[in-house]
């Protein structure tokens, strides 16, 4: 019953109605009874009393002769009316007629009985008992004629309103709410008003319906434009972020990857440890990617904590097919959130240590060049602690300028990788050589060498260029004349070892070429 109530106005109104009509009703009908029984008892006396006037001549001659007789035929005639249970008729306190001892209560009736003479002089009285069940008969058919006039009421108010309710209002809107129904809102279709109520609340309510439909189709339309432009905008990036070479990806403080493009699997192959590409990963480990590579990683992450700003670094990725080198560039997007890109830079760093090798190198012998030279002394300088032991052996080809003048520059470019051949087989592993420039050549011993070993390397290097270099047909011969100088780091600099060693292979040319001298300081 409750769920029907709730869904039928109509019942619920009517219910409503008989409700309220039914306690007002109610209050009505106790007042009425109140009303109607004091009305009914004012009746019933007023009904006694004309009665009583009617006989009152005769009581009054019977009671003033004291005729018993004549009073027992009006006690009798009383007695029989029925508004009248019992009658008594006293002469003084004698009882002439009627039944003895009736009660004098609140519902009896005494009247006093003059002398038909002197209206002055009460001779007697008469007690009228009235009959009760005739009195409640009375009030009975009153109130219950009051009952069923309310009750007629009742039904006609309830049946009335809810005729009203169902006609005026429930089908109406039952109507509007099926048209409601079948409305379809994206052709901008209107909800027509009933055309009994087009000036009434179910008419506004209608209008207020299409303005709000009205209002309804635009945002629809507006965010229908706005969701295909997203759409089309979302593709449009995804296929950016799908074909683009960068790995593009987005990583928690936690150290997990949540988003990323393919160009970022590539990147780092071999990172995720599930092969089934169709049940991709909610989210990717740092500590899952190459082991080096996972280290660089989560030192960046923490750079990029901390400082809270754009961090870079280069990432060494040992795959398959080999070490890659990946620069990283991460930055802070929220609290704990990070936007990463990744760029192959495995050729660039090539090409960059291939320009610095280049730079560094002497492209005739494959040696180091002078700069280059000066380079490796400042490195073994920073290698090693203040008060270690640098050595350098600067050499000098005798004999070259002829050599090459007589056989042609080719064959003095072909001694000169000969010389450098030769010498790099003298020197172990750590020691180093550069061609200066012309026929000269530069030995790094670093560390502590003793003075035998610099003499006996200085003497292999001159026996090794002795022996007769073939090119071509030619067995040219070249000598080599050696200066040796020595010096603590952080007494002497590189420069100045050069310098002492160049001094001293000068003098040994001068006492006689093909040999090797020590610096004196």
Not at 162 to 183: E, G, K, N, T, Y
Not at 283 to 302: F, G, K, V
Request: include cysteine.
């Amino acid at each position: 019953m409750l769920p029907r109530l709730r869904r039928n106005i109509a019942l619920r109104t009517t219910l409503t109605i008989i409700a309220v009509v039914s306690a007002v009703g109610l209050g009505v009908i106790s007042v009425a009874g109140k009303v109607l029984s004091e009305r009914a008892q004012a009746q019933y006396q007023q009904s006694i009393t004309d009665l009583l006037t009617t006989v009152d001549n005769t009581l009054r001659l019977a009671v003033f002769l004291e005729d018993a007789i004549l009073a027992e035929e009006v006690a009798r005639g009383l007695a029989g009316n029925a508004l009248i249970d019992k009658v008594a008729i006293y002469a003084g306190d004698t009882l002439l007629a009627g039944a003895p001892k009736i009660a004098s209560d609140s519902t009896s009736r005494v009247s006093l009985l003059h002398s038909p003479f002197d209206s002055a002089d009460p001779v007697g009285r008469v007690v009228v008992l009235p009959d009760h069940e005739a009195m409640a008969v009375l009030l009975y058919g009153q109130l219950r004629f009051a009952g069923v006039l309310f009750l007629s009421l009742l039904a006609a108010t309830a049946v009335s309103a809810a005729l009203a309710v169902l006609f005026l209002v429930v089908h109406p809107i039952a109507r509007i709410s099926s048209r409601l129904h079948r409305l379809n809102i994206e052709t901008g279709e209107q909800v027509p008003a009933p055309a009994s109520h087009r000036e009434d609340e179910l008419g506004r309510l209608v209008d207020d319906i299409n303005r709000i439909l009205n209002r309804l189709v635009d945002r629809l339309g507006r965010e229908r434009s706005e969701r295909n432009l997203r759409e089309r905008e979302e593709r449009r990036l995804r296929a950016i972020l799908n074909n683009a070479q960068s790995g593009i990806f987005q990583l928690d403080i936690g150290g997990h990857v949540v988003s990323w493009n393919p160009a970022f699997v590539r990147l780092f192959q071999g990172s995720s440890t599930r092969d089934d590409e169709k049940a991709e990963p909610a989210s990717i480990l740092l500590s899952e990617l190459p082991r080096d590579a996972a280290t660089a990683m989560l030192s960046l992450l923490n750079r990029v904590s901390d400082e809270q700003r754009e961090v870079h670094g280069e990432i060494p990725v040992e795959l398959a097919t080999g070490l890659r080198w990946i620069s990283v560039t991460l930055t802070p997007l929220s609290p704990g959130q990070y936007q990463g890109i990744a760029n192959d830079v495995t050729e660039q760093r090539q090409a960059q240590q291939a320009a610095e090798t280049l730079a560094l190198t002497d492209p005739l012998t494959g040696c180091l060049n002078r700069l280059g030279f000066n380079q490796a002394l400042e490195q073994q300088a920073a290698q090693h602690a203040e008060g270690d032991w640098q050595h350098v052996l600067m050499l000098d080809l005798d004999l070259f300028k002829a050599a090459n003048d007589q056989y042609g520059h080719d064959a003095g470019d072909e001694v000169l990788r000969a010389v450098a051949r030769r010498i790099q087989r003298q020197l172990k592993s750590g020691d180093c050589v550069a061609r200066l420039g012309g026929d000269e050549f530069a030995v790094l011993l670093p560390g502590e060498v003793s003075s035998e070993r610099l003499t006996a390397v200085a003497g292999h290097i001159i026996e090794a260029v002795n022996r007769p270099i073939a090119v071509g047909e030619h067995r040219i011969h070249v000598g080599a004349s050696i200066g040796i100088a020595s010096g603590r780091l952080g007494t002497v600099s590189g420069a100045a070892l050069l310098k002492h060693a160049d001094e001293a292979m000068y003098r040994a040319k001068r006492e006689g070429r093909n040999r090797y001298c020590v610096a004196e300081n």
